[in-house]
């Protein structure tokens, strides 16, 4: 079984930086990419909020395109989770670390860790990465990582993930950007309020193939995986996420 914990240290590998964290790379993952021609310069980390392996099955028809990604030559890992909330899950996939070690719970703490994230890392090596996530989880990073782009929370998440994607469609366009990391949200807001999960995956599968064009137009590696299990009130969860790996 693998660990989110690992995505941090296998990002560091394979752009060539040192990342301290008690999780191996994972050797698969850097297998497929180096197989690769072109090797991608640019990977896109999208984080699909509540995105859990039995939700992943259980609306394979809504999400019909991220299951073609896997389907195409693509990998899908199953991965385990290291906390049931967004914020220090986020934390330990960007820095390879539980959340006892980075110590980032809620946003207060984003930007007062000691701890780099892969994204910092990657900027102190010279490469140029951006970020697309909520407000209050941006601000601290704005003078850190060279492209950051904040949406404010919102009471339609519909509109907020439509405006995540825009701009993560744009940064991708950039020509030096070497890492984006990515949050979308709309699963995990229907999941907290009992409403349809069809409508939240389906528009997810939407701008999941949106972003999947975009990581293609530059011959580019698509990363996607769940923080933690869903937040549903029935059935018992898996207690792992799946993380899936592409090049579109
Ligand atoms: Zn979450």
Redesign the pocket.
């Given at each position: 079984m693998n660990s989110l914990l690992q995505i941090a240290p296998t990002l560091a590998e394979y752009f060539n930086v040192r990342l301290s964290s008690p999780a191996h790379p994972v050797e698969q993952i850097l297998k497929f990419v180096r197989a690769r021609h072109p090797i991608p310069s640019v990977v896109l980390l999208l984080?699909v909020?509540?995105l859990d392996t039995l939700l992943y099955s259980d609306f394979a028809d809504d999400l019909r395109g991220v299951h073609e990604l896997v389907e195409q030559e693509g990998l899908l890992l199953e991965c385990e989770t290291v906390s049931n909330?967004?914020t220090p899950?986020?934390g330990s996939i960007l820095t390879g670390l539980e959340p006892e070690a980075h110590g980032i719970f809620t946003d207060n703490d984003v930007g007062k860790s000691k701890i780099k994230s892969i994204l910092e890392i990657l900027e102190d090596a010279g490469m140029k990465t951006a970020m697309v996530i909520e407000t209050g989880g941006a601000k601290p990073l704005i003078d850190r990582i060279s492209y950051v782009f904040a949406v404010d929370d919102r009471e339609d998440i519909i509109e907020y993930d439509e405006l995540i994607k825009t701009h993560t469609i744009a940064v991708l366009q950039k020509r030096d950007v070497r890492l984006v990391f990515s949050h979308i949200?709309a699963i995990?807001r229907f999941a907290h309020r009992g409403l349809d999960l069809r409508v939240a995956t389906k528009v997810t599968d939407g701008n999941i193939k949106e972003l999947a064009t975009a990581v293609r137009e530059r011959d580019g590696l698509l990363l996607i995986c769940?923080?933690?299990e869903a937040?549903i009130k029935t059935g018992k969860r898996a207690g792992t996420v799946p993380l899936i790996v592409s090049c579109p």
């Amino acid at each position: 079984m693998n660990s989110l914990l690992q995505i941090a240290p296998t990002l560091a590998e394979y752009f060539n930086v040192r990342l301290s964290s008690p999780a191996h790379p994972v050797e698969q993952i850097l297998k497929f990419v180096r197989a690769r021609h072109p090797i991608p310069s640019v990977v896109l980390l999208l984080v699909v909020d509540s995105l859990d392996t039995l939700l992943y099955s259980d609306f394979a028809d809504d999400l019909r395109g991220v299951h073609e990604l896997v389907e195409q030559e693509g990998l899908l890992l199953e991965c385990e989770t290291v906390s049931n909330h967004t914020t220090p899950a986020i934390g330990s996939i960007l820095t390879g670390l539980e959340p006892e070690a980075h110590g980032i719970f809620t946003d207060n703490d984003v930007g007062k860790s000691k701890i780099k994230s892969i994204l910092e890392i990657l900027e102190d090596a010279g490469m140029k990465t951006a970020m697309v996530i909520e407000t209050g989880g941006a601000k601290p990073l704005i003078d850190r990582i060279s492209y950051v782009f904040a949406v404010d929370d919102r009471e339609d998440i519909i509109e907020y993930d439509e405006l995540i994607k825009t701009h993560t469609i744009a940064v991708l366009q950039k020509r030096d950007v070497r890492l984006v990391f990515s949050h979308i949200r709309a699963i995990d807001r229907f999941a907290h309020r009992g409403l349809d999960l069809r409508v939240a995956t389906k528009v997810t599968d939407g701008n999941i193939k949106e972003l999947a064009t975009a990581v293609r137009e530059r011959d580019g590696l698509l990363l996607i995986c769940g923080d933690h299990e869903a937040h549903i009130k029935t059935g018992k969860r898996a207690g792992t996420v799946p993380l899936i790996v592409s090049c579109p």
